[in-house]
């Protein structure tokens, strides 16, 4: 590996840590076992891979964040239509009993810990277990709202959620599991941008259909991150239209001039729906 600038490089490797580093410069290995570099590599090479990684996890907490206030949102009003202002009270509405009063109970010590004003101001006012739904929401990070939105018993339930986006509610159910994954990884400031991943999302086969056809079917590519963003540009473009989310994505590509592919993007994925609509 050539290193120009040897200061500025011990100055990173002084702040970034070397084990850290070094998964960004092995896609430039030619050779694993000896750690041989392929020719011409430069520490810049590295450094740019890693300062895109760094950049990407941004650009997905802003539309994580933005799709999970969003699903908290309907999940309160579409079950308060439907059962009143404390249906995360009643436990016939969820599937599993012991999961439900893992998740209530974890409900429960959030509140007692919580130092929002909203939430004082409702335990100190009104004599009940747990606040009202619209407000018990504000609590739930993604990892709850998917264990709640997975554990209610009736289908309808999660149907009339899953409908609001246009999905069905199998794949909502499997992308909030796996949008935990990728929001915890990102709120660790772990790698993100070539990783594969364990905990997978269900790709939709029906619907939407002018998004079924954007996504990458190969078995190769359903561990990686293209996929993940296909959904999220489809959601974002939904939630907050005149965003441009994928347009800045597409242009944080271009400015670090990363191969999509190692992210499992399909060799036609310009020519793709998703991405050559801007709405």
């Known amino acids: 590996m050539h290193v120009t600038d040897e200061a500025l ?19 430039f290995e030619k050779d694993h076992s000896s750690h041989q570099f392929q020719p011409g590599t430069q520490f810049d090479d590295a450094l740019k891979l890693y300062i895109f990684d760094r950049e990407l996890r941004l650009w997905l907490m802003d539309a994580i964040e933005r799709v999970e206030v969003s699903l908290r949102t309907q999940f309160a009003y579409q079950l308060s239509l439907r059962y009143g202002t404390h249906p995360h009270l009643n436990q016939s509405l969820f599937h599993e009993p012991s999961r439900y009063g893992r998740a209530l109970n974890k409900l429960e010590n959030e509140v007692k810990q919580s130092g929002e004003e909203f939430i004082k101001h409702l335990t100190q006012k ?28 009736n289908r309808q339930d999660r149907k009339i959620i899953a ?33 594969d991943y364990t905990v997978t999302l269900k790709i939709p086969n029906k619907r939407p259909a002018s998004l079924v056809s954007s996504f990458n079917h190969q078995p190769s590519g359903g561990r990686k991150l293209y996929n993940t963003l296909v959904l999220l540009a489809y959601l974002m473009d939904l939630i907050c239209p005149g965003h441009h989310w994928k347009k800045h994505l597409l242009e944080l590509f271009k400015k670090h001039s990363v191969n999509p592919h190692a992210m499992g993007f399909p060799s036609d994925w310009q020519k793709k729906p998703i991405w050559t609509t801007n709405t």
């Open 126 to 153: 009104y004599q009940e277990p747990l606040p009202p739904i619209w407000a018990i929401v504000e609590l739930m990070s993604i990892g709850q709202l998917s264990q709640w939105y997975d554990n209610l018993q």
């Open 163 to 195: 409908d609001i986006y246009g999905l069905d509610e199998k794949n909502l159910r499997t992308f909030l599991h796996h949008l935990t994954t990728i929001r915890n990884h990102c709120a660790h400031h772990a790698r993100v941008w070539n990783r």
């Open 9 to 27: 490089a011990l100055h990173y490797l002084g702040h970034l840590n070397y084990y850290r580093l070094g998964a960004y410069w092995l896609p």
